[in-house]
Every structure is written in C-alpha cells, then in structure tokens.
C-alpha cells in the first residue's frame, strides 16, 4: 500500500485520540496504555503512560502452570509505514520500555512474520523499521512505569475500544484512516485484522462483537479457576491476542502460539461476525483453549483433546443462549450417531485404547463425564490445585508421567478412586499412578461416572 501522509489534526482528532487514552486507563487488565495529544513546539506527537506487567512468557506461566502464553504487548492504536523513521522519546523517570513494530503472523512476507523489538532508552530514540507494522510498546516489571512520545510519523488506525468508540466514529475511522490494519479492544481481547477483513465485515455490531469476544474469555478463565480468590488465582493481566493471518495455508486453518492465536481469510467470518462467534465459533473458542491449557496433565496425544474442556464450556453456554449445535450431540456425517451415542458402548471393550479407540469427539465424552459427576466446580479446583502444587510435568513427549498426572490429579480433585473409570476408557494406570492412589486412600465414587449419559 503507498504511504499515505495523515490529515493535520483536528480538534476533534485531538479528542478522539483522548478519549482512546480514557478507555485504556479505565480498564487497567487490558493494555492499560494512556494516550493523550502531547504539548510540544516542535513536532505533534502522542504520549503514553503505561504500568509495568509481569512477564507473560516467564512469571504468569510460572503462576498459571499454562503451556502457552498471553502476549505481552500493549497496543497503541498506531501504525507504522515500512522504512520510516520515527522519533520516540522516554520522558525522564521512567523505566524505559521496549517499542515493538508489526503484530505477529500479520504480515504476508516471511521476513516480517515475526514482530521486530527495539529496546529503548531514556531521552530520545530514533527507530525504522524495514518492513512497517503496528506499533506496540511492552514494559515487563513488578512495578513501576513508562511515559513515552511518539513522533508523528506513525499513523493513527481504525480502532475500536468497547465501552468508548461509538459504532459512527469507528465507521468514519474506517473510511478515513487507510491502514493495512486496524485494531478492536476489550479489557481481556486484542483483535488485530487486516484493513480488508475490516472492510469485509464493516456492518457488524462491534460493541456486540467484542462484548461476545469478553463472554468467551470469561467462560475459558472460569473453567481455569481464575476466580480471584486470590493473587494466585486471579486471572491474568495480559489480553489475549487473536490476529487475522493475511493468508490461507495449505493446510492449515486456524493455530495457537505463545502469544496470540491466528485465524486465515477462509474462516474469518467465524472470527469476525456476532453470528459466527456465537454459533459457529468453535475453532476460536478451541485455539483460546490452547493458551489455558495447563502442562502438567497434558501430554502430546491429548494436546487437541483437552483444549476441548474449554471449547465444550463455550459452547454449552452458546448453545442455549444463541442456538449453537451442542458439539457433543452433533450426529457424525458417516454413523449417524453422536458422540454421547458411540464412545460409551466402546468402554470397557477388550483392547480398549484412550488414544486408538475413539474419535476426536468421542474422546471429549470422558471429560464431560467428569464434570457431570462431580459438578461444574471439577476443572476450575484441579486446575487451582496445580496452581498450588506445581507438580512435576516432565517434558511434552512424556506420555506416562503426564497421563498418570491426568489420572491421579482427577482423583484427588474429586476426592474418589478413578483408576477404574479410566481404566475402562482405555487410559493407562501404571504401576506408579497405582501406588499413588493406595497412598491416597481414596474411595470409589459413589456413581461409576461411566454410567453418565446426556
């Protein structure tokens, strides 16, 4: 796209860009970036206040036990044109933050998949950027915070920032402000798309959207145990980032990563529309599954199984307050049976195996199980309880360490003997996870949860 210089500001510009400060100010979970017009002579500039953060990829997945992280950069609403220079200045007694240029998996050019960081110092800076982007900032640290200028060489984005951004001025936005990309925010969501996704769904309901977005993140932290009972549970400071991938991949469709979450053109509408995340949402509420994902019962055999905990809360909520298909009463096209009409007839089978046995939705019934045995509350305790414990994950490959994890874990949180129930699915109880619930002393359930049907 060619260059195109920014309009000089207006008074209502000037309000405009306040008013985006407000928002992030107001809500201090989300990117907690303060933006207003700064006064100065010689050239317009924005100014950010921003509060330090824990790091995302060191200490919140040491508290959380999670796999993948959230991401650690705060948006500013601003883009970057390619190989342009732009002046930023760190006010003095600040910690001095680091600037990042371009959302990750944004751009079609391999060289600038990744997001570039440049370290700042105090005083002024001078950063170009070969390849342009949008413009974050990021300041890990326990306390403290960062005051930082942007020159006006950056260009302000169609953003939208539920709670302050009227669905009139984000239309105007759209029509006035040529970026590749615009951003939408909310205190926990971070929704970066390219200009033409924008245009292609420009007639939604973007409070609606971005509200529903909020619902969803919230249903996943529950089934986590992020309740804010206390520091250790409360949910954390870093939104999530989904980001519209600028192409389709053979093969591909939609993936999680530390960081963020990406989702190609060919399944955007789902992304992108109230209808689609509310009915047919379950690829975004699966990739959000993947950064909840706790290590220590996960092993690589169940890493598209038990991102499905999460997926299947989702989707039970939206199926009685918008219709959604409840996933596990979906008729296979081949069978014609559902999942909660197949897997159970399988249990307890000579030769029964977890892994080879059952299909991909099959598998999720023994964890629907679970919760319908011993109540709602199942996963949040034992993800608190890993929370708390940290116990021993081994590494991604160790299949016997994680699943006996799996089956003593699930026993210690119901507080009964499950080795019978997962026995019965096809899941190993080794000698070991054996010699753990003779320690436990645990009782058999007072229902055999393999009975449950729905």
């Not at 959380?64 to 650690?72: A, D, H, P, R």
């Not at 390849?131 to 005051?147: H, Q, R, S």
């Not at 959207?209 to 949910?235: C, K, M, N």
């Not at 003593?408 to 699915?425: E, H, I, M, N, Q």
Request: glycine share 6%; proline share 7%; charged share 20%.
């Amino acid at each position: 796209m060619p260059h195109v210089r920014r309009p000089l500001h207006t008074r209502r510009r000037i309000l405009s860009a306040a008013a985006v400060g407000a928002a992030m100010t107001a809500v201090p979970t989300a990117t907690a970036v303060a933006a207003s017009r700064a006064a100065t002579t010689e050239e317009p500039s924005y100014t950010f206040v921003i509060q330090a953060l824990p790091s995302a990829r060191t200490t919140e997945l040491e508290r959380t036990q999670n796999s993948l992280s959230n991401t650690e950069l705060r948006t500013t609403g601003f883009y970057l044109p390619a190989d342009t220079p732009l002046n930023v200045i760190v006010h003095q007694g600040s910690l001095a933050p680091t600037l990042v240029v371009g959302a990750p998996d944004a751009d079609a050019r391999k060289e600038f998949k990744a997001s570039r960081q440049y370290p700042l110092q105090l005083g002024r800076n001078t950063i170009t950027d070969a390849g342009g982007g949008v413009v974050y900032v990021k300041l890990i640290g326990d306390t403290g915070e960062a005051k930082v200028s942007l020159g006006d060489t950056v260009q302000p984005m169609p953003y939208f920032v539920l709670g302050r951004t009227s669905e009139s001025e984000f239309q105007r936005q759209l029509d006035e402000r040529t970026t590749p990309y615009a951003e939408l925010v909310a205190p926990h969501t971070l929704i970066t798309i390219e200009r033409n996704s924008a245009l292609t769904y420009r007639t939604e309901n973007h409070t609606t959207l971005l509200s529903t977005y909020e619902e969803i993140v919230r249903i996943e932290d529950q089934v986590s145990g992020f309740d804010g009972s206390s520091p250790l549970h409360a949910r954390q400071p870093h939104p999530y980032h989904f980001v519209g991938y600028p192409s389709a991949i053979t093969g591909v469709g939609a993936y999680a990563t530390h960081g963020h979450m990406s989702f190609p053109p060919p399944i955007q509408d789902r992304m992108l529309t109230v209808e689609g995340l509310r009915t047919r949402g379950w690829g975004v509420y699966h990739e959000l599954g993947h950064q909840h994902q706790q290590i220590t019962y996960k092993p690589s055999s169940l890493t598209e199984v038990t991102v499905n905990i999460y997926s299947l809360a989702a989707n039970a909520v939206f199926s009685t307050k918008y219709g959604q298909q409840p996933r596990l009463h979906a008729p296979d096209a081949k069978t014609g049976l559902t999942p909660w009409q197949s897997a159970p007839g399988k249990l307890r089978q000579p030769g029964v195996d977890y892994g080879k046995t059952f299909d991909a939705y099959e598998k999720l019934v023994m964890f629907e199980q679970l919760r319908l045995a011993f109540g709602d509350s199942f996963w949040p305790n034992l993800h608190k309880v890993v929370r708390v414990e940290r116990p021993y994950a081994g590494s991604y490959t160790d299949e016997a360490l994680r699943l006996r994890n799996l089956v003593v874990l699930s026993s210690r949180t119901a507080g009964y003997d499950l080795r019978d129930f997962f026995r019965a699915w096809g899941v190993p109880v080794d000698a070991e996870a054996v010699a753990q619930l003779d320690a436990l002393d645990l009782n058999l359930p007072p229902t055999d949860p393999t009975t449950i049907r729905q």
